[in-house]
């Protein structure tokens, strides 16, 4: 039996602090305005307003974003989970697209997987259509690659209402749609899913050579099973 680990996301740090801080100001802003100081209560009710919002949003993030266990690596987000299992894992990936300049890297780790169908079928509801959206800027970052490969760009310019498996079903609603998204971003940059960095605890390279040794001892352990 291998322990799990669990990776705390790194958007999620300091969330009582700013929560704090905003409280702290905006009492204080309150104070001031009793006294007649204007301006900078004023001030101190903006800054505590904007970081007591930013800190709310930070609670609103999961306190475990991944976990590595001998069952796969679940990526979770406030609006659900998903579990890409090993078997259907064929890596992790840093990502990047070509520029005037040379390579520019993306804030995301690809996951690439023999079979995306698993993971549509179980998607939350409310974590496609999140994704779906969250997914635009990757889009247009899809669209530059294109129009730098000099590709058709049509398949990016419309939304598909559907998706169809590898083994030919079909799917609709927002899994669908969210299916149909992915599909769009895999030809141009490659992956199947993409996860945020500020969902780690650490930088890109020590989290995939975490990733990497954890699977190793996963698929040391099975060979010992069969």
């Not at 796969?72 to 259907?88: A, C, P, R, T, Y």
């Not at 890297?105 to 079928?121: M, Q």
């Not at 609709?172 to 500020?198: E, S, V």
């Given at each position: 039996?291998?322990?799990?680990?669990?990776?705390?996301?790194?958007?999620?740090?300091?969330?009582?602090?700013?929560?704090?801080?905003?409280?702290?100001?905006?009492?204080?802003?309150?104070?001031?305005?009793?006294?007649?100081?204007?301006?900078?209560?004023?001030?101190?009710?903006?800054?505590?307003?904007?970081?007591?919002?930013?800190?709310?949003?930070?609670?609103?993030?999961?306190?475990?974003?991944?976990?590595?266990?001998?069952?796969?690596?679940?990526?979770?987000?406030?609006?659900?989970?998903?579990?890409?299992?090993?078997?259907?894992?064929?890596?992790?990936?840093?990502?990047?697209?070509?520029?005037?300049?040379?390579?520019?890297?993306?804030?995301?780790?690809?996951?690439?997987?023999?079979?995306?169908?698993?993971?549509?079928?179980?998607?939350?509801?409310?974590?496609?259509?999140?994704?779906?959206?969250?997914?635009?800027?990757?889009?247009?970052?899809?669209?530059?690659?294109?129009?730098?490969?000099?590709?058709?760009?049509?398949?990016?310019?419309?939304?598909?209402?559907?998706?169809?498996?590898?083994?030919?079903?079909?799917?609709?609603?927002?899994?669908?749609?969210?299916?149909?998204?992915?599909?769009?971003?895999?030809?141009?940059l490659g992956a199947d899913l993409y996860i945020p960095l500020t969902a780690l605890d650490r930088n890109q390279?020590d989290f995939l050579d975490l990733y990497k040794q954890y699977k190793e001892k996963v698929i040391a352990l099975?060979?010992?099973?069969?």
């Amino acid at each position: 039996m291998i322990d799990k680990i669990s990776i705390k996301p790194i958007a999620r740090r300091n969330h009582l602090i700013f929560t704090l801080v905003g409280i702290v100001f905006l009492t204080t802003s309150l104070v001031l305005q009793q006294f007649g100081i204007k301006l900078p209560a004023y001030l101190l009710m903006l800054v505590g307003f904007v970081l007591f919002i930013f800190g709310i949003f930070k609670w609103q993030e999961p306190k475990t974003s991944l976990e590595l266990s001998s069952s796969g690596i679940i990526w979770f987000h406030k609006f659900g989970s998903v579990l890409i299992e090993w078997d259907n894992l064929i890596d992790l990936v840093p990502l990047r697209i070509n520029s005037s300049s040379g390579y520019k890297e993306l804030h995301y780790i690809g996951v690439k997987v023999w079979d995306r169908t698993p993971i549509i079928k179980t998607v939350p509801l409310r974590l496609a259509k999140s994704l779906y959206h969250e997914y635009r800027s990757l889009l247009h970052v899809a669209l530059l690659e294109a129009q730098y490969r000099n590709d058709d760009t049509s398949q990016l310019q419309e939304d598909a209402e559907s998706w169809k498996t590898p083994s030919g079903e079909k799917i609709d609603g927002l899994r669908g749609i969210f299916a149909a998204r992915l599909n769009q971003l895999k030809h141009f940059l490659g992956a199947d899913l993409y996860i945020p960095l500020t969902a780690l605890d650490r930088n890109q390279d020590d989290f995939l050579d975490l990733y990497k040794q954890y699977k190793e001892k996963v698929i040391a352990l099975k060979l010992e099973q069969s």
